[in-house]
Every structure is written in C-alpha cells, then in structure tokens.
C-alpha cells in the first residue's frame, strides 16, 4: 500500500482505577504494559469496556500476549467496539481492510469504517480518507477532496495530516506549487515529531527553495529527524542519514556549532510543541 497512513494502531488507557495512572495512548506495544494484559482486558471488555475491546484486537493484531498475531481475531473484537461507537476500532478495521490484513484488500470498505470514524471525529480516519483521494485508490483521484480531507484531519490535530497538506503544496497538486506554503505545513508537523517533515524542511533549506538555502539549519533538521524516525520510515530514515552524511563535511566548524545550536533549540520546541492542542486555522486561513 502506497498510502501514508500511520500503520500502528493505538492503544488506550483504560477506565479501571488501576490503570489511571497509563498514558492515554500508546503507539507502541510493549509487553507489561498494564493495558497490554489480556487478563486484565477480558474482564472490562466483558463488561462492554470499548478501549478494553480495541485494546485486546490491537493485542492480536500485534500477537503481545498471545500466542501468535490473528487479524480475524483483532477484527472480531474491533468489531465488537464499533458495534457500540468506538471511533478508533473503526479507524483500525478501515486500516485492515486497506492493508489486506486478515482481509481481502478493499480500499471502498477501508473507505466506508473510515468515513463512520471520520464521523465521530476521528483524525486519523479523515487523513486516510484524503490518502485515498490523493492516490486515488477506491475512489477517482481528486487532489480538491484530498485537500478538504486533510485539512479537517489538520485541524483535529493530526500531525501526519499536516505533512500531507505540505507536499501537496510542494508538489504543486491541486494547487499552485508554493514552497513557503509547504514550509509552514511541515513544520506544524515536525512540531508533532513527523521525522518525515524535518527531513522535507532540511532538503527545502538545503536547496533554498522557499527560503534562502541555509546549510547549517538544514544540518539541524536532519540531525533533529533522525530521533524520530520509526520502523515504518526505514526509507525516508536511509535517506536522512545519507543527506545528513553528505552535508557534514561542507560544514565549517563554525557552521556546525550554529547547526548545534539550532538543532537543540529545535528539540526542545519539538518536545513542547507536540502536547500543544489542535490548530483551529492553518496559514494563511481565517478562523472564520
């Protein structure tokens, strides 16, 4: 699947006192977790706990816990929470469906659990919608509707939704090419720790396109990016690193020392920034 859609499904914290203290929510799975013990979900889940249920599919989805991964198990307890209005298991079945997992692939039913979480305001859902808009995959290719898609996702806060608007103004898709516009939706994205935005504003630095080129803060995004990287962004991640190791040596050391200083700077904006709350307008927009 050619679509960027984040391919982790999240897991919740739950309602139980005992787990009050968990992060809302997980994008990684990591055994002994408290949330991540089926022992634990089953009980809550029995007694209509949603999380508990997106929780024990995110579990087989992974196989954490169990003996082996089962997306037809994942999907019966996803199903089992969509049933009641869970939002984030019909983002997840929508995700199965796309990636043919457990499933045959189906980008119109990936399409239609997107649209019903989409509904109950799921960002997640609304960027994957404007995914297949974009790549036109189960629907007629329109940069227009991929645009509205991740605008709403963008304004729900969704980080990735952000990166997304920023290419298609950088590759002119639907809209005038504008490198400054592009500028501006990366880094509201890298402010969500999209590694993939940091390492598109170090290239549009390092070229000059948008801006003046500037090597030493173009060294500080890819130095940045490469913190943020995860598995699923193996090729974007060789590519950094391969930027990064080509500009190092073109760099004086008083150059480096300012591509120090700004990549500190970066991080720590980075790490503040990513707990901000959702945009309510995006450059150049009214509010209105």
């Known amino acids: 699947m050619t679509l960027k859609v984040v391919a982790l499904f999240a897991l919740l914290?739950?309602?139980?006192?005992?787990?009050?203290?968990?992060?809302?929510?997980?994008?990684?799975?990591?055994?002994?977790?408290?949330?991540?013990?089926?022992?634990?979900?089953?009980?809550?889940?029995?007694?209509?706990?949603?999380?508990?249920?997106?929780?024990?599919?995110?579990?087989?989805?992974?196989?954490?816990?169990?003996?082996?991964?089962?997306?037809?198990?994942?999907?019966?307890?996803?199903?089992?929470?969509?049933?009641?209005?869970?939002?984030?298991?019909m983002n997840n079945i929508g995700l199965l469906y796309a990636n043919g997992h457990g499933?045959?692939?189906?980008?119109?039913?990936?399409?239609?659990?997107?649209?019903?979480?989409?509904?109950?305001?799921?960002?997640?859902?609304?960027?994957?919608?404007?995914?297949?808009?974009?790549?036109?995959?189960?629907?007629?290719?329109?940069?227009?509707?991929?645009?509205?898609?991740?605008?709403?996702?963008?304004?729900?806060?969704?980080?990735?939704?952000?990166?997304?608007?920023?290419?298609?103004?950088?590759?002119?898709?639907g809209v005038a090419p504008n490198f400054k516009t592009a500028m501006d939706w990366y880094e509201r994205s890298a402010d969500k720790a999209n590694a993939t935005a940091m390492l598109s504003l170090g290239k549009l630095i390092a070229e000059g396109r948008g801006v003046p080129a500037d090597l030493a803060e173009a060294h500080a995004w890819f130095s940045v990016a490469a913190g943020y990287f995860t598995a699923e962004d193996k090729d974007e991640a060789n590519e950094n690193a391969r930027l990064l190791s080509a500009l190092t040596p073109k760099l004086s050391e008083k150059q480096m020392e300012r591509a120090r200083e700004i990549a500190r700077n970066l991080q720590a904006r980075i790490e503040e920034r990513r707990k901000d709350k959702p945009l309510k307008a995006g450059p150049g927009e009214s509010e209105t």
């Not at 249920?53 to 169990?66: E, I, K, Q, S, T």
């Not at 019903?116 to 799921?122: A, F, I, P, V």
């Open 13 to 89: 914290g739950l309602a139980a006192p005992a787990l009050a203290q968990q992060e809302e929510t997980f994008t990684e799975i990591k055994p002994g977790l408290e949330a991540a013990d089926p022992s634990r979900l089953i009980p809550l889940a029995e007694r209509g706990d949603v999380r508990a249920m997106n929780n024990l599919g995110l579990l087989w989805a992974h196989g954490v816990g169990v003996a082996a991964p089962d997306y037809q198990e994942a999907l019966r307890w996803w199903k089992d929470a969509a049933k009641r209005g869970y939002p984030l298991a």
């Open 103 to 173: 499933v045959k692939q189906d980008y119109q039913e990936a399409l239609k659990w997107w649209e019903m979480s989409s509904e109950r305001g799921n960002a997640w859902a609304m960027n994957s919608i404007g995914d297949l808009y974009e790549n036109g995959q189960g629907v007629e290719r329109s940069y227009t509707e991929a645009m509205d898609w991740y605008q709403r996702a963008a304004q729900a806060g969704d980080g990735l939704a952000m990166y997304n608007i920023g290419a298609l103004y950088e590759n002119g898709r």
